[in-house]
C-alpha cells in the first residue's frame, strides 16, 4: 500500500504546535513505513506563499526527501475525464484535485486528506481514501 499525501495533511502536519495532531501523528507513521507519495503539484501547493526565504529553503529540504510520482500524460487525461464525470453529476472540484485522484488511481494508491470535497468525488471516482489509525473521513 501508498499513500498519495494531500496538501492538507501536509499542512497540519507542518504547522507550529504545541501537540502534533493525530494526523501528523498518522503522517509521521506512514513516513517511517515508506508508504508516503507526493507529486510535484502538492509539492508546489505547500512551498507557495512563503515569504520568508529561510523557512522555504528549510521546507524545501525537507520535501527533498520524498522523489515526486512521475505524472504522465494519460494522468492529465484521466484527471480532464474525472472533472468532467463530476461536472455532469453536480460535483464540482479543482483542477489538483482530480489530477490527485488521476495519479492515485493510476498507481494503486490510496489519498491521504481532509478535504471533504473527496468524499464526494469517492462517490463517482474509483478512488481510495486512506483511513488514519485514530479517525479519518474515509
Not at 106 to 125: E, H, M, P, S, V
Request: charged share 20%; glycine share 6%.
Amino acid at each position: 500500500m501508498s499513500v498519495l499525501v494531500d496538501t492538507s495533511i501536509w499542512s497540519l502536519a507542518l504547522r507550529r504546535k504545541t501537540a502534533p495532531s493525530f494526523q501528523e501523528e498518522t503522517l509521521t507513521n506512514l513516513i517511517s513505513d515508506g508508504l508516503v507519495k507526493i507529486i510535484g503539484p502538492i509539492r508546489q501547493e505547500l512551498l507557495s506563499g512563503i515569504p520568508d526565504r529561510a523557512q522555504f529553503e528549510a521546507l524545501r529540504s525537507h520535501l527533498s526527501y520524498f522523489p515526486d510520482t512521475p505524472i504522465s500524460t494519460p494522468d492529465y487525461e484521466l484527471a480532464a475525464d474525472y472533472f468532467n464525470t463530476c461536472r455532469k453529476n453536480g460535483v464540482q472540484g479543482s483542477h489538483i484535485d482530480f489530477l490527485i485522484c488521476a495519479v492515485a488511481v493510476a498507481n494503486g494508491f490510496q489519498i491521504y486528506t481532509t478535504d471533504k470535497d473527496f468524499l464526494n468525488f469517492r462517490n463517482i471516482l474509483p478512488i481510495r481514501l486512506f483511513k488514519d489509525n485514530y479517525r479519518g473521513i474515509g
